[in-house]
């Protein structure tokens, strides 16, 4: 079946720090992939996507490029800010037509100022 | 657009007792998810509907869960009788399927409930 794997957190970053969130997945054929953000007390946001391979989802200073030779889709963000400090999650859509998202773990992000 | 819109936000209730989570979904939209958010299982499909119809509740945990969706702008879950072990935050979601990499689900705040 598919599956979405996240790093562990929290990772902990000081303002203006490089971030890289990791995330591979495995499925079959060729799903669309999401980084959906969870800030305390509210619903997932869609913050990128990225429908085929070697494609490029960016939002927001955030960017992640579909590596399907590698099954990744690594978010990263070259200066955080302690409004990024939130919980991230990578998910996929089920390429044979399931509509539903499997979404990974999640990955908590705490920038300290 | 007002975005998904789930009502109650939160909602406590004893053992027992039956509890009813409410599901707007944006306008338009054709299908419609309910998630289960929990430390320890994270982010859990429970049911999903397509044109009001469901199509997979292979998530839906037991006979105590049911859901709904008598038209295209309203949904419900229900848990009857509840128990200490559903408190969670429960999501609703909807999308529009229009082609390839159209699956962008669009989240509601969620209603937290707590099962005493």
């Known amino acids: 079946g598919n599956s979405v794997t996240q790093m562990e957190g929290p990772v902990t970053l000081s303002e203006e720090a490089f971030l890289t969130i990791n995330c591979t997945y495995t499925?079959?054929?060729?799903?669309?992939l999401f980084w959906y953000v969870q800030y305390p007390g509210e619903g997932l946001q869609l913050l990128l996507k990225?429908?085929?391979?070697?494609d490029k989802g960016s939002n927001k200073g955030f960017e992640a490029t579909y590596r399907k030779e590698t099954t990744s889709f690594h978010l990263e963000k070259g200066s955080v800010q302690v409004s990024d400090s939130a919980v991230y999650f990578c998910?996929?859509?089920?390429?044979?037509?399931?509509?539903?998202?499997?979404f990974g773990s999640g990955t908590r992000l705490q920038v300290q100022p | 657009d007002a975005g998904v819109i789930q009502s109650p936000r939160h909602e406590v209730t004893e053992m027992g007792q039956e509890v009813t989570l409410r599901c707007k979904p944006i306008s338009g939209h054709d299908y419609l998810f309910w998630y289960r958010q929990t430390m320890m299982r994270g982010l859990e499909l429970l049911i999903y509907f397509n044109n009001n119809v469901p199509i997979d509740d292979s998530g839906m945990p037991e006979d105590r869960f049911s859901a709904k969706m008598p038209n295209a702008s309203f949904s419900t879950l229900k848990i009857q009788p509840s128990e200490p072990r559903d408190s969670a935050v429960y999501f609703c979601?909807?999308?529009?399927?229009?082609?390839?990499?159209?699956?962008?689900?669009?989240f509601g705040p969620g209603t937290r409930l707590t099962v005493l």
């Open positions: 990225a429908t085929k391979a070697d």
């Open positions: 499925a079959t054929g060729y799903p669309s």
């Open positions: 979601a909807s999308s529009l399927l229009a082609g390839v990499g159209t699956d962008t689900q669009y």
């Open positions: 998910a996929l859509s089920d390429p044979g037509g399931r509509r539903a998202l499997t």
